[in-house]
C-alpha cells in the first residue's frame, strides 16, 4: 500500500504522516517514510531527533547539488541514505519539487 499525504501549509501533513507511518509500523507492517516536502522535518515528528534530520536534509542537499551520487535505484537510495526511526519505520529524505507552482498540488 502507498500513501501520499498532501495539503495546504500548516494543514497537518507532517503530524499526520507520522501518526500514520509510526501505527502502521507497530501494527507489525515493513513501513517506509518518504519526506519529500521542501522544508522536510518528518524526521523530528516520526523521533530521529534534530541533528539527524538536519543531517538527512545536507545529505538530499548534498545529491541535488551533484556533490553526492545520486543511488542507482531505489532500494539503493533507502539503504544507504535512510535511517531507522522508532517503531520500525524507515525514514529517507527524497528529492524535494525544485519550482513547484504557487498554490496546492
Ligand atoms: N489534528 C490536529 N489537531 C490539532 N493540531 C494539529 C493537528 N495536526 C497538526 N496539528 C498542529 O498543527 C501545526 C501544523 O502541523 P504540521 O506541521 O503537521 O502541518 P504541515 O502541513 O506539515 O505544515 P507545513 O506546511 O509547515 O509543512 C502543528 O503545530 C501541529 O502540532
Ligand atoms: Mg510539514
Do not use: W, Y
Not at 16 to 27: E, G, M, V
Not at 28 to 35: F, H, Y
Not at 59 to 71: I, K, S
Amino acid at each position: 500500500m502507498k500513501i501520499a499525504i498532501v495539503g495546504k501549509g500548516g494543514s497537518g501533513k507532517t503530524t499526520t504522516s507520522a501518526i500514520l507511518a509510526r501505527t502502521i509500523a507497530r501494527s507489525g507492517r515493513t513501513t517506509l517514510a518518504l519526506d519529500c516536502d521542501s522544508n522536510p522535518n518528518l524526521g523530528i515528528s516520526l523521533g530521529i531527533g534534530e541533528l539527524e534530520t538536519e543531517r538527512l536534509i545536507s545529505v538530499r542537499d548534498a545529491v541535488d547539488a551533484g556533490e553526492e551520487q545520486h543511488p542507482a535505484t531505489a532500494d539503493e537510495l533507502v539503504t544507504n541514505f535512510g535511517v531507522d526511526a522508532p517503531d520500525g519505520v524507515r525514514l529517507a529524505v527524497v528529492t524535494a519539487i525544485q519550482n513547484p507552482e504557487p498554490g496546492c498540488p
